[in-house]
């Protein structure tokens, strides 16, 4: 869980800095600041939805698993023989 804590936190920090680069570069600045960005801004939402998937696929997992039942049927057979 660690990596995920420090992916959401990278891609956090790069959608806040890139949307500081868009606004700053959109008001006054040069037109490569305004590019730089918008590939920081989707960088960082990157980071965010890979750290979403990698909790939710976790966590499907984990129910899947739980679902699962492996105990023989009544008299030692399978239950779907």
């Known amino acids: 869980m660690r990596r995920t804590t420090v992916l959401v936190t990278a891609g956090l920090v790069l959608t806040v800095g890139g949307g ?32 979403y998937w990698r909790v939710r696929v976790e966590a499907m997992t984990r129910a899947g698993l739980a679902l699962r039942d492996d105990r023989p049927g009544p008299a030692g057979r399978d239950r779907d023989a």
């Not at 500081?20 to 570069?25: D, F, N, P, S, T």
């Open 20 to 51: 500081g680069l868009l606004w700053r570069g959109a008001a006054e600045g040069p037109s490569g600041l305004t590019v730089a960005g918008i590939l920081v801004v989707v960088a960082g939402l990157a980071c965010l939805r890979i750290g």
